[in-house]
T-cell receptor
Framework: DAGITQSPRHKVTETGTPVTLRCHQT?????MYWYRQDPGHGLRLIHY???????DKGEVSDGYSVSRSKTEDFLLTLESATSSQTSVYFC????????????FGPGTRLTVT | DAKTTQPNSMESNEEEPVHLPCNHS???????IHWYRQLPSQGPEYVIH???SNVNNRMASLAIAEDRKSSTLILHRATLRDAAVYYC????????????????FGPGTSLSVIP
């Protein structure tokens, strides 16, 4: 199994509070991704990174920011959590981008009350 | 962006082969066909991928139509652990720029395995 961990695994927070989710990899892969998964929507890309300090937006990036200060860590921040951001968040990594398989973390279940 | 179409759900008996179909009629010449699966309460798991030729690995086989407009994931002997949602997606191998290639995970096929 690819070495990907996510923390926390579960979190309940209140509307308006900041939240940071962490993805950590031990594979030294260049590419990292944050997805959210909601019933009826499948997996949707939030942000991705193609190197240290190199990030770009995915299809549902509003309300989220990311940072990658070192290869192994990719942080997803909700500056001011809203109930619509209640979801399961998955981190993924890949050695290359186009055409290459992705390996997913175990997920973080976030509930915003 | 090229998309895929899969049946919403399928059933199989344990220890029997399972053929999971996927249609991708707008596939481009540089699209790889990837399959992932997601077990309950887990992240998606890579299964197999291919371009034109049939592919085999320890988990499954991938049969690709000659015109590449459809493919079939084959599980040779279904086990209870194979009950999952299976996703067929296309990934563009062309690396003309660094930006993300907009992989689209559709709803997938929910496979039930009957003991």
């Amino acid at each position: 199994d690819a070495g990907i961990t996510q923390s926390p695994r579960h979190k309940v927070t209140e509307t308006g509070t900041p939240v940071t989710l962490r993805c950590h990899q031990t594979e030294n892969h260049r590419y990292m991704y944050w997805y959210r998964q909601d019933p009826g929507h499948g997996l949707r890309l939030i942000h991705y990174s193609y190197g240290v300090k190199d990030t770009d937006k995915g299809e549902v990036s509003d309300g989220y920011s990311v940072s990658r200060s070192k290869t192994e860590d990719f942080l997803l921040t909700l500056e001011s959590a809203t109930s619509s951001q209640t979801s399961v968040y998955f981190c993924a990594i890949s050695e290359h981008d186009r055409g290459n398989e992705q390996y997913f973390g175990p997920g973080t279940r976030l509930t915003v009350t | 962006d090229a998309k895929t179409t899969q049946p919403n759900s399928m059933e199989s008996n344990e220890e029997e082969p399972v053929h999971l179909p996927c249609n991708h009629s707008t596939i481009s010449g540089t699209d790889y066909i990837h399959w992932y699966r997601q077990l309950p309460s887990q992240g998606p798991e890579y299964v197999i991928h291919g371009l034109t030729s049939n592919v085999n690995n320890r988990m499954a086989s991938l049969a690709i139509a000659e015109d590449r407009k459809s493919s079939t994931l084959i599980l040779h002997r279904a086990t209870l652990r194979d009950a999952a949602v299976y996703y067929c997606i296309l990934r563009d191998v062309f690396s003309g720029k660094t930006s993300y290639d907009k992989v689209i995970f559709g709803p997938g096929t929910s496979l039930s395995v009957i003991p």
